[in-house]
């Protein structure tokens, strides 16, 4: 039944991957190109799997894949980049986003953005030793950072920040000090592996609420909104191919995912809630309470 049930959807997949290149079986010359930076979360590996298949080649969108999350703003405000897939949290760290919208909605947090520690929970709070917190500065990290804080009452205990681009901090020692880690598959796996513990993640904070959208500028959309829809369907059907034929869309992915296994990998699949196809209607909300414009996104 499995099988039947994935062959046919990859029948459909098959179909409406011929019906979107049909009339645009061609190489953008580079001149052309639009540049996203994005990085190997769960939720962008669609648009790798889009990219390694050759199906990005109709449009005029190329991604360059990054590790540390601020990297997307230093592209973005050089002028390399003219969008990225990000969380709303990173945009708010822009030093200006006026011009940057989000297109279409991604997924949402639910575990895979995680603390984690080398002490339990209990035994932090009743630190009186300083604790060192390796974090991305200037990124999501920061933010579910002081959501931890907030929640558990921690605001009197002695932090040391050391920023960290997350290849680091999966490197680190579970015998060291003291210490938190902010982190997020697919790096979380070496760091579990090392023995540190998850004791917070977007699954069990309440406070902070956090959203993977396509983010670009808005000065390119006019007259690109073809080019966009086409985009927004690559990924469904990259998306499709995940839920389909799990093993051949992760050895196509394989070499971006930091050495997961394809266990471990789908493991991390559940931690994420999908949004491409979702009622956008509570998620928009949840941006224009943060002042972030929504009026391009598509329907």
Same mark, same amino acid.
């Given at each position: 039944?499995?099988?039947?049930?994935?062959?046919?959807?990859? &029948?459909?997949?098959?179909?409406?991957?011929?019906?979107?290149?049909g009339t645009y079986l061609y190489q953008?010359?580079?001149?052309?190109?639009?540049?996203?930076?994005?990085?190997?979360?769960?939720?962008? #590996?669609?648009?790798?799997?889009?990219?390694?298949?050759?199906?990005?080649?109709?449009?005029?969108?190329? =991604?360059?894949?990054? @590790?540390?999350? !601020?990297?997307?703003?230093?592209?973005?405000?050089?002028?390399?980049?003219?969008?990225?897939?990000?969380?709303?949290?990173?945009?708010?760290?822009?030093?200006?986003?006026?011009?940057?919208?989000? /297109?279409?909605?991604?997924?949402?947090?639910?575990?895979?953005?995680?603390?984690?520690?080398?002490?339990?929970?209990?035994?932090?709070?009743?630190?009186?030793?300083? /604790?060192?917190?390796?974090?991305?500065?200037?990124? &999501?990290?920061?933010?579910?950072?002081?959501?931890? @804080? $907030?929640?558990?009452? &921690?605001?009197?205990?002695?932090?040391?920040?050391?920023?960290?681009?997350? $290849?680091?901090?999966?490197?680190?020692?579970?015998?060291?000090?003291?210490?938190?880690?902010?982190?997020?598959?697919?790096?979380?796996?070496? &760091?579990?592996?090392?023995?540190?513990? !998850?004791?917070?993640?977007?699954? #069990?904070? $309440?406070?902070? =609420?956090?959203?993977?959208?396509?983010?670009?500028?808005?000065?390119?959309?006019?007259?690109?909104?073809?080019?966009?829809?086409?985009?927004?369907?690559? =990924?469904?059907?990259?998306?499709?191919?995940?839920?389909?034929?799990?093993?051949?869309?992760?050895?196509? /992915?394989?070499?971006?995912?930091?050495?997961?296994?394809?266990?471990?990998?789908?493991?991390?699949?559940?931690?994420?809630?999908?949004?491409?196809?979702?009622?956008?209607?509570?998620?928009?909300?949840?941006?224009?309470?943060?002042?972030?414009?929504?009026?391009?996104?598509?329907?």
């Open positions: 039944m499995y099988m039947r049930t994935a062959t046919k959807i990859w &029948l459909i997949t098959l179909a409406l991957l011929l019906a979107i290149t953008r010359p580079a001149e052309q190109q639009i540049r996203i930076s994005s990085n190997p979360w769960i939720g962008f #590996t669609p648009f790798i799997y889009a990219q390694e298949k050759g199906w990005l080649n109709v449009t005029p969108f190329r =991604f360059s894949w990054l @590790v540390d999350l !601020t990297e997307n703003a230093r592209l973005y405000e050089g002028g390399f980049t003219k969008g990225f897939t990000a969380t709303q949290y990173e945009l708010l760290h822009f030093n200006n986003y006026q011009h940057i919208t989000p /297109i279409f909605l991604i997924d949402r947090s639910a575990g895979a953005d995680g603390i984690l520690s080398n002490r339990p929970l209990n035994e932090l709070r009743n630190m009186h030793s300083e /604790i060192l917190v390796y974090l991305e500065l200037g990124s &999501l990290n920061q933010d579910l950072f002081s959501a931890f @804080v $907030k929640e558990n009452k &921690l605001e009197g205990l002695s932090f040391t920040f050391r920023n960290s681009a997350q $290849k680091t901090i999966s490197q680190l020692d579970v015998k060291g000090p003291p210490t938190i880690i902010i982190s997020y598959a697919p790096y979380m796996t070496d &760091l579990l592996k090392h023995g540190f513990m !998850t004791v917070a993640s977007t699954q #069990t904070l $309440k406070s902070i =609420f956090v959203i993977d959208a396509l983010f670009i500028d808005e000065n390119i959309i006019k007259g690109r909104e073809d080019d966009l829809q086409r985009l927004r369907n690559i =990924f469904d059907l990259a998306r499709n191919r995940l839920a389909a034929d799990p093993h051949e869309f992760y050895n196509v /992915i394989r070499s971006y995912l930091e050495g997961q296994t394809f266990e471990e990998f789908m493991a991390s699949v559940p931690q994420i809630e999908w949004l491409n196809r979702a009622d956008p209607a509570p998620y928009v909300q949840q941006f224009k309470q943060q002042n972030i414009a929504t009026h391009r996104m598509l329907q």
